[in-house]
């Protein structure tokens, strides 16, 4: 609960909070003691809902990727042009847009604005009608499909494979590739699961 004490369990006052709720934004009124606490800066909440609308929501996407935009910013033109390279078309699913987008959602993978380790994604080629009129009611982005990196592992198969980049403030802390098969990982596939990505020094031209 929160009072004027704080934020207090049975235990006692609560200063710190490592937030592994999917509701981000701290919306649900189950969350509301958290949310009250966190607005009155009474505690220490990490990811906070700024870090996750700065940092994880999908929507700032279509910026990043934007290398026209990024230079009316001040970005480095290289570097905008980089993020134009790496990041793949992404635009907001509107009621304007929907029709278009249904109509071409084989190019596409629709991922929830806010969502998380892949729930509620999907690949457009595989998108039904009846779970497209499901999404309306929450934020979507489409996705340009952008095929995965594939790896031969032990025994000659082969998996799909990407790199994901865990960062802080201070710089990239280490690497990991997801090695799967279907459309997410699911650590039962032979030889799938997380593997550890070495990384070495770049040398200077």
């Not at 609560?14 to 606490?37: K, M, Q, S």
Request: contains cysteine.
């Amino acid at each position: 609960m929160f009072g004027p004490n704080g934020l207090e369990d049975a235990d006692g006052r609560i200063d710190a909070v490592y937030n592994r709720l999917t509701d981000f934004a701290l919306a649900e009124p189950v969350v509301e003691p958290l949310r009250h606490a966190y607005l009155a800066r009474a505690i220490a909440l990490t990811p906070h809902p700024r870090a996750h609308a700065l940092l994880a929501d999908k929507r700032n996407l279509i910026l990043l990727g934007d290398a026209h935009m990024l230079g009316s910013w001040g970005v480095d033109p290289a570097l905008a042009q980089r993020l134009a390279q790496v990041i793949p078309t992404t635009v907001e699913v509107t009621s304007e847009n929907r029709d278009v987008l249904w109509d071409d959602r084989d190019g596409y993978f629709f991922k929830p604005a806010a969502g998380f380790g892949s729930r509620g994604s999907y690949r457009g080629s595989k998108l039904t009608r009846r779970v497209w009129d499901t999404m309306v009611s929450t934020p979507y982005v489409a996705q340009a499909f952008a095929p995965p990196g594939v790896r031969i592992v032990h025994g000659g198969s082969s998996l799909k494979a990407d790199v994901r980049c865990f960062a802080a403030e201070s710089g990239a802390l280490l690497f990991a590739a997801r090695l799967y098969q279907g459309q997410t990982t699911n650590m039962r596939t032979q030889y799938g699961g997380f593997a550890a990505v070495l990384t070495t020094p770049a040398l200077d031209e």
